[in-house]
């Protein structure tokens, strides 16, 4: 489904991204993790061109990805769940989640709004469609942003750091959406903090540090038997014994 090849990333003089090589297949949850500062979000924005590699290439569905098919080509196949909602303030639950498939994909209003209800009633808001984002918790306005997503029914869903802004009370209730998610054919990346996800949904997990890939494996390799001893530090100070 993503494809990426010999990817660097550079901001001015910062080499964020080194020589990245990366396959997701269909249907794969894929969690990258890492320490702050490894490269994973820039890797995960790479994916859909929300940020241009430097140098290398991306492909999707065994298309490479280029300036001038992006916008086709991420419509078609991606959505994204960002660290912040990035819901519009000023539309209700019902409108943030139906503007894209209208105007987007062409979806009537109904068809657009049978998808909306859907998706609030997997996320466990449906009761919410009239509210506005401003009255909802930060771990409700996340689950609409997933939601919103689903509405566009992509066969890839990228996750960045999707419970970082939240409260401690309220990861667990975006999580849970996200394990319920994790059981249909759905293809996800995330970057996440979160281990104990990870471990529980992951069929294959990447670690990254200092803008490269240093491991990758599925999660009994990963965490009961890390290779590498940049791993193994990562994991000490971050899992209990």
Avoid at 14 to 37: A, M, Y
């Amino acid at each position: 489904m993503i494809k990426l090849k010999n990817i660097y990333k550079s901001f001015g003089d910062l080499e964020v991204l080194r020589d990245v090589n990366l396959e997701v297949k269909e249907g794969e949850k894929l969690v990258i993790i890492g320490p702050s500062g490894s490269g994973k979000s820039t890797t995960v924005r790479c994916m859909n061109f929300l940020e241009e590699p430097t140098k290398g290439e991306v492909y999707i569905n065994g298309t490479l990805l280029t300036s001038k098919n992006k916008t086709r080509l991420v419509r078609e196949n991606i959505s994204m769940v960002f660290q912040q909602f990035n819901l519009y303030p000023h539309m209700s639950v019902l409108k943030n989640l139906t503007i894209a498939p209208i105007k987007l994909h062409h979806k009537s209003k109904k068809e657009a709004e049978e998808l909306a209800y859907h998706y609030l009633d997997v996320v466990g808001l449906k009761d919410k469609a009239d509210a506005y984002p401003s009255t909802l918790s930060g771990g409700q306005q996340q689950r609409i942003a997933i939601a919103r997503a689903l509405c566009t029914q992509s066969k890839i869903i990228l996750f960045d750091e999707p419970t970082s802004a939240l409260d401690p009370e309220t990861i667990q209730e975006v999580l849970d959406v996200m394990i319920k998610l994790a059981k249909e054919n759905i293809t996800m990346v995330v970057v996440t903090h979160e281990m104990g996800f990870a471990r529980e949904v992951a069929d294959r997990i990447v670690f990254m540090a200092d803008g490269q890939i240093i491991e990758e494996g599925d999660p009994e390799h990963f965490f009961d038997y890390p290779e590498s001893e940049r791993v193994k530090q990562f994991l000490g100070k971050i899992i209990r014994k």
